[in-house]
């Protein structure tokens, strides 16, 4: 019961934390302050009073529509806020009341809105992504000395994926690889450790193969496919690591 009750209030955080998830989407591609002004409509700009921004309820009580200028409010934001809620649960209910959950959400958090700006602005912003990276960092062992710590695996991960794609960029003369992706390789890296972080390439690769095939000549961004297998290795680690065995031993 009590797990229950606790998971309850992780989820009605995490819709919280979605809330304002939505304002680092909306704002940060624009260059704008996530912090001012406060929330207001994005159509007559009207400052939008406190009981407007109760995650999910004020959407679905207000019909999806602006209190003074009934200009639609997109559907995103009642999703969003949803799926963080969701992220926020699934992480609890994997790590349990651990120290560093708020951390590891925290990142995964930051991958959710790098996914949805770069589907719709084709674009990954370097606040929300060193945000991502440093929270990444913030686990046990992070300050052990081993080559396996967060710290290390990022350095690792980030450094030969950079290196990779130098070496690529070379022999195609052109590049192969934004920085952006090498910093959410540290990220991914950081989180899952190895071989993780190879299986959510693995997985990522896959994922990408049917939307790339229907894209033909539009670009396909990468980011959201990282990010989503990123988390499904991070949930299902255990089952992961079995099938690997599985394929290398059988």
Not at 25 to 41: D, K, L, M, N
Not at 53 to 63: E, K, Q, R, V
Not at 114 to 122: E, F, G, N
Not at 221 to 239: K, N
Request: charge should be positive.
């Amino acid at each position: 019961m009590e797990n229950i009750l606790l998971g309850g209030a992780v989820f009605i955080f995490g819709l919280m934390i979605g809330s304002f998830l939505n304002v680092v989407i909306y704002r940060t591609p624009r260059g704008e302050s996530i912090a001012f002004p406060s929330s207001h409509c994005t159509s007559c700009h009207t400052k939008l009073k406190w009981y407007h921004n109760i995650p999910l309820f004020s959407w679905i009580l207000l019909g999806g529509k602006c209190a003074y200028c009934k200009a639609p409010i997109s559907k995103q934001y009642p999703v969003i806020e949803f799926l963080t809620g969701l992220l926020w649960l699934a992480l609890f209910v994997k790590l349990g009341w651990a120290w560093y959950l708020p951390f590891v959400a925290a990142s995964f958090t930051a991958l959710l809105a790098l996914t949805v700006i770069d589907l719709k602005y084709y674009a990954v912003p370097d606040s929300v992504n060193f945000f991502a990276l440093v929270m990444a960092l913030i686990q046990p062992d992070c300050l052990r000395i081993a080559w396996d710590n967060p710290i290390a695996s990022a350095v690792f991960a980030a450094g030969g994926l950079w290196l990779l794609a130098k070496l690529i960029s070379i022999v195609a003369r052109k590049e192969a690889m934004g920085g952006a992706d090498v910093i959410v390789a540290g990220t991914m890296a950081a989180l899952l450790g190895f071989p993780g972080f190879f299986l959510a390439l693995f997985l990522s690769a896959i994922l990408a193969i049917l939307p790339s095939l229907f894209a033909k000549d539009t670009m396909v961004p990468f980011v959201p496919f990282l990010a989503l297998a990123t988390l499904i290795i991070y949930l299902f680690d255990a089952q992961a690591n079995a099938l690997l065995n599985w394929i290398l031993y059988g």
